[in-house]
């Protein structure tokens, strides 16, 4: 099966730049994507990551090590509006398909 | 909207209910997921539905029943819940080997 671990909540300052670890376990790997939820509101889709590198989509970013199993979503210039949930979610093969396996997610609370 | 759309928002049913939820996309997405929400634990994937055939069925009870009669509209029906399945249960739509999911805003459902 397939296993994700990432922080549980993490508190940074606005204007700030915050960093949400992913460390994974499976077979079969194909990408690492992360997603974004307000209190209340949908899962929203962020980035994906098939390759090692960084992708970057304006003020963030989304890191992939595949010989690490590790990735990680940079915020920078961190806004009040960024305070919600991130989640990790990795696709791997699963019988004929390719199943996405989601982390507990990584509460992010931005102060003043 | 998130181009997903689910309904009801909110259900309260008592353990000897029979109800549904549906789930609607006209996004030309080609699969569809149920994933259940609780607190302090991953999103749970209960089903997926790719091309209108079920490809994976997560080990779910049998008190949760899918159906997907066309690639836009995916049912769930429920019938003699427990108090423990009290959840945010969302549906999803995509493509069936594309990298993100879009998520509806969920239905809260509370078993009394």
């Known amino acids: 099966g397939q296993s994700l671990e990432q922080p549980s909540e993490v508190t940074a300052v606005e204007g700030a730049i915050v960093q949400i670890n992913c460390t994974y376990q499976?077979?079969?790997?194909?990408?690492l994507s992360w997603y974004q939820q307000h209190d209340g509101g949908a899962p929203t889709f962020l980035s994906y990551?098939?390759?090692?590198g960084l992708e970057e989509t304006g003020r963030f970013s989304s890191f992939l090590s595949r010989s690490d199993s590790y990735g990680y979503l940079l915020l920078q210039e961190l806004q009040m509006k960024d305070s919600a949930s991130y989640f990790c979610?990795?696709?791997?093969?699963?019988?004929?398909?390719?199943?996405?396996?989601f982390g507990i997610g990584t509460k992010l609370q931005v102060i003043p | 909207e998130t181009g997903v759309t689910q309904t009801p928002r909110h259900l309260v049913m008592g353990m000897t209910n029979k109800k549904s939820l549906k789930c609607e996309q006209h996004?030309?997405?080609?699969?569809m997921y149920w994933y259940k929400q609780s607190a302090k634990k991953p999103l749970e994937l209960m089903f997926v539905?790719?091309?209108?055939?079920?490809?994976e069925n997560n080990s779910v009870p049998s008190r949760f029943s899918p159906e997907c009669p066309n690639s836009s509209h995916l049912f769930l029906h429920l019938h003699t819940l427990q108090p423990e399945d009290s959840a945010l249960y969302l549906c999803?739509?995509?493509?069936?080997?594309?990298?993100?999911?879009?998520f509806g805003s969920g239905t809260r459902l509370t078993v009394v």
């Open positions: 999803a739509s995509s493509q069936a080997e594309g990298p993100g999911y879009t």
């Open positions: 499976t077979s079969g790997f194909y990408g």
């Open positions: 990551n098939a390759l090692d």
């Open positions: 979610a990795v696709r791997a093969a699963s019988g004929g398909y390719q199943k996405v396996t």
């Open positions: 996004l030309g997405h080609n699969a």
């Open positions: 539905y790719s091309l209108e055939e079920r490809v």
